[in-house]
């Protein structure tokens, strides 16, 4: 029985384990905040076990001894802290349904072809788009503020979604499979230094999103009419309809 019960225990460990760092290493903004914090906790405990005497700068820094606070204690609040957006993003991720399975979506020979010309379309003419494709990870938290479609993809309603000066034209399309799951959704712009600075609002928008979820985005420049795509926190500029084809072949493979 005692076996049981230790068995037990490790497995129950396990799927913690597991299931942290699930979301620790798909997120990097999240990979990031947690290592920091983990350095930090390191040299807490470093110093709070350091002989009297010595790191004297160090404790005087990490602890206060008059009121007996220790910084090690406050580190899973100040982790909390710094992820709390992106958890409850990787947290909508999941849904019940979805547990223990992987879902995958992908879309027919004609939608990605749809795809593929009315984005061609919109940058011969220079007409800024955004679209964004799912792979596993779902995109609802951000569809279901969005307006609602779940049309058939065609070139002819891309372009209209695209038009200027119409409603919708400044989101971001979501396609799940052969559908148009929604138009006008808006993501969370990316934080991240390295891009190019002069990046317009769909550019960081579709670096933001790719950076929270496995999606690809494809983006025309409404400046240059130039093509780009987007998945895990890279931006690729796409240089031929070829190209554009091989990254959609690859991608929903």
Same mark, same amino acid.
């Given at each position: 029985?005692?076996?049981?019960?230790?068995?037990?225990?490790?497995?129950?460990?396990?799927?913690?384990?597991?299931?942290?760092?699930?979301?620790?290493?798909?997120?990097?903004? /999240?990979?990031?905040? #947690?290592?920091?914090?983990?350095?930090?906790? %390191? @040299?807490?405990?470093? $110093?709070? &076990?350091?002989? *009297?005497?010595?790191?004297?700068?160090?404790?005087?820094?990490?602890?206060?001894?008059?009121?007996?606070?220790?910084?090690?204690?406050y580190i899973p609040f100040l982790f909390i802290v710094l992820i709390g957006k992106e958890l409850r993003l990787e947290l909508d991720n999941i849904?019940?349904?979805?547990?223990?399975? /992987?879902?995958?979506? #992908?879309?027919?020979?004609?939608?990605?072809? %749809? @795809?593929?010309?009315? $984005?061609? &379309?919109?940058? *011969?003419?220079?007409?800024?788009?955004?679209?964004?494709?799912?792979?596993?990870?779902?995109?609802?938290?951000?569809?279901?503020?969005?307006?609602?479609?779940?049309?058939?993809?065609?070139?002819?309603?891309?372009?209209?979604?695209?038009?200027?000066?119409?409603?919708?034209?400044?989101?971001?399309? /979501?396609?799940?499979g052969d559908k148009i799951r929604c138009a006008g959704a808006y993501y969370v712009l990316t934080q991240s230094e390295s891009g190019d600075k002069?990046?317009?609002?769909?550019?960081?928008?579709?670096?933001?999103?790719?950076?929270?979820?496995?999606?690809?985005?494809?983006?025309?420049?409404?400046?240059?009419?130039?093509?780009?795509?987007?998945?895990?926190?890279?931006?690729?500029?796409?240089?031929?309809?070829?190209?554009?084809?091989?990254?959609?072949?690859m991608f929903l493979k």
């Amino acid at each position: 029985m005692d076996a049981l019960w230790i068995i037990l225990d490790v497995y129950i460990v396990f799927v913690v384990v597991l299931f942290i760092l699930s979301i620790v290493l798909k997120n990097k903004k /999240i990979f990031i905040y #947690s290592l920091f914090c983990g350095v930090v906790l %390191a @040299i807490a405990i470093l $110093v709070g &076990y350091a002989p *009297e005497g010595k790191l004297k700068m160090a404790k005087w820094l990490f602890t206060d001894q008059e009121h007996g606070i220790n910084l090690r204690f406050y580190i899973p609040f100040l982790f909390i802290v710094l992820i709390g957006k992106e958890l409850r993003l990787e947290l909508d991720n999941i849904r019940p349904q979805e547990i223990g399975t /992987i879902r995958t979506i #992908s879309s027919s020979q004609s939608s990605k072809g %749809a @795809i593929i010309d009315a $984005v061609y &379309y919109l940058a *011969e003419r220079k007409i800024g788009a955004i679209i964004t494709i799912e792979k596993h990870n779902s995109l609802d938290q951000y569809a279901e503020k969005a307006i609602q479609m779940n049309s058939d993809i065609s070139k002819e309603l891309l372009i209209n979604i695209f038009e200027p000066n119409t409603p919708l034209h400044d989101g971001a399309v /979501i396609i799940r499979g052969d559908k148009i799951r929604c138009a006008g959704a808006y993501y969370v712009l990316t934080q991240s230094e390295s891009g190019d600075k002069t990046m317009g609002s769909r550019h960081r928008a579709a670096l933001g999103i790719s950076e929270v979820s496995d999606a690809l985005t494809i983006v025309c420049s409404e400046e240059t009419g130039h093509i780009s795509i987007t998945t895990e926190g890279i931006m690729l500029r796409v240089s031929d309809r070829e190209k554009l084809v091989e990254y959609i072949d690859m991608f929903l493979k």
